[in-house]
């Protein structure tokens, strides 16, 4: 009888690192996190996170493991796992998959967080049955992953994808890359709650009930607000749900995609936000027929950078 294969995911966030040990049908059999302290130097985070999440996961694994897969924001280079420039980490040329191989012993696979997360709903989510979809993932950041004719689209140098730095309001908002305006420095979710603090600010409203200061703003506090009613905060929603839809509406006309999947942490409030999307998606992507393209939250939810990074493990077994 052959040996069953296990490997591990694993994900960097802006919050937390975390980790599970998966087999081929995507059963998690140990899930473990650890919060990150982005102020840290990069040899600190690991020393303090993505080392002893990834231990912690080893040594509850039912079996040997066979690779790590991990996924981080940034453009990364997955042929030698340096992560060249992540500007919300501001890492520069850090070599992630050297320092988990040295480490570990296990073969490692780095690529960009939501290129990982987009194999993950190939392999196990809602990419599984179409050939041609996109996932946007909404969180500290605002990264996507493309898959077109069934292939994951990486790009000359592995920077496909970078939904959240294109431009959506010229001369906008400072992004953490450089440029402005980006829709990441519109709708991640701390410039969410940014937006909504200057419009405090401005006298457009007022703190939302159970908020002691205008420092406790965040996504999920203005997500709690507008489902209570607060009408600053149902604002706010809906024009990140416009600002969202003029993206997506672009995504629509150059690549025209079956299904659009929204993950991350603030799709958990895509019910507030998503009619204004569709509303300017379908006033601005003209060159499809109407609702063309599915949009709906990617499938798998909080798990997805992990799974996202068992799937590339798995596919490099596949191919050895």
């Given at each position: 009888?052959?040996?069953?294969?296990?490997?591990?995911?694993a994900?960097l966030?802006?919050t937390?690192a975390a980790?599970?040990?998966?087999d081929?049908e995507?059963?998690?059999?140990?899930q473990?996190e650890?919060p990150v302290d982005?102020?840290?130097?990069?040899?600190?985070v690991?020393e303090?996170?993505i080392f002893?999440?990834?231990?912690?996961?080893i040594?509850?694994?039912?079996g040997?493991?066979?690779?790590?897969?991990?996924?981080?924001?940034g453009?990364i280079?997955?042929r030698t796992?340096?992560?060249h420039?992540s500007?919300?980490?501001?890492?520069?040329n850090v070599?992630?998959?050297p320092?988990l191989e040295?480490?570990?012993?296990?073969p490692?696979?780095?690529?960009?967080?939501?290129t990982?997360?987009t194999l993950?709903?190939?392999?196990f989510?809602?990419?599984k049955?179409v050939?041609?979809?996109?996932l946007?993932?909404i969180g500290?950041?605002i990264g996507?992953g493309?898959?077109n004719?069934?292939?994951?689209?990486l790009?000359a140098?592995?920077?496909a994808?970078?939904?959240g730095?294109?431009?959506i309001?010229?001369?906008?908002y400072?992004?953490?890359?450089?440029?402005?305006?980006c829709?990441?420095a519109?709708?991640s979710g701390?410039?969410?709650?940014?937006r909504?603090r200057?419009?405090?600010?401005?006298?457009?409203?007022?703190?939302a009930p159970?908020l002691d200061?205008?420092?406790?703003v965040t996504a999920?506090?203005?997500q709690?607000?507008?489902?209570?009613g607060d009408?600053l905060?149902i604002?706010?929603?809906?024009e990140?749900?416009?600002y969202?839809?003029?993206g997506?509406a672009n995504?629509?006309t150059v690549?025209n995609?079956d299904?659009?999947?929204?993950?991350?942490?603030?799709?958990?409030?895509l019910?507030?936000?998503?009619?204004a999307?569709?509303?300017?998606?379908?006033?601005?992507?003209?060159m499809?027929?109407?609702?063309?393209?599915?949009?709906?939250?990617a499938g798998?939810?909080e798990n997805?950078?992990?799974?996202g990074?068992a799937?590339?493990?798995?596919?490099?077994?596949?191919k050895?």
């Amino acid at each position: 009888m052959a040996e069953k294969t296990f490997v591990i995911g694993a994900d960097l966030g802006g919050t937390h690192a975390a980790a599970v040990v998966v087999d081929r049908e995507g059963n998690i059999y140990y899930q473990y996190e650890l919060p990150v302290d982005l102020s840290h130097c990069a040899d600190e985070v690991f020393e303090k996170s993505i080392f002893p999440v990834i231990e912690k996961v080893i040594k509850n694994s039912p079996g040997r493991v066979s690779s790590i897969g991990m996924g981080l924001p940034g453009r990364i280079d997955s042929r030698t796992g340096i992560c060249h420039f992540s500007p919300n980490l501001q890492w520069h040329n850090v070599p992630v998959g050297p320092k988990l191989e040295e480490k570990f012993n296990i073969p490692c696979h780095v690529m960009n967080d939501v290129t990982v997360a987009t194999l993950g709903e190939q392999m196990f989510g809602l990419g599984k049955d179409v050939d041609n979809f996109i996932l946007m993932a909404i969180g500290t950041g605002i990264g996507g992953g493309i898959v077109n004719e069934g292939r994951l689209v990486l790009g000359a140098i592995e920077s496909a994808g970078e939904i959240g730095h294109m431009t959506i309001v010229p001369d906008g908002y400072l992004c953490n890359c450089g440029n402005r305006g980006c829709l990441e420095a519109l709708c991640s979710g701390p410039n969410i709650a940014r937006r909504y603090r200057e419009a405090l600010e401005r006298g457009e409203g007022e703190l939302a009930p159970g908020l002691d200061g205008i420092e406790e703003v965040t996504a999920g506090t203005i997500q709690r607000a507008a489902a209570a009613g607060d009408p600053l905060a149902i604002k706010i929603w809906e024009e990140t749900g416009r600002y969202l839809g003029i993206g997506i509406a672009n995504l629509i006309t150059v690549l025209n995609p079956d299904r659009i999947l929204i993950g991350g942490r603030v799709a958990n409030a895509l019910d507030l936000f998503l009619p204004a999307l569709l509303n300017e998606v379908r006033f601005r992507a003209r060159m499809v027929p109407p609702d063309f393209t599915e949009i709906k939250h990617a499938g798998l939810a909080e798990n997805a950078g992990v799974m996202g990074g068992a799937a590339l493990a798995l596919s490099w077994i596949e191919k050895h």
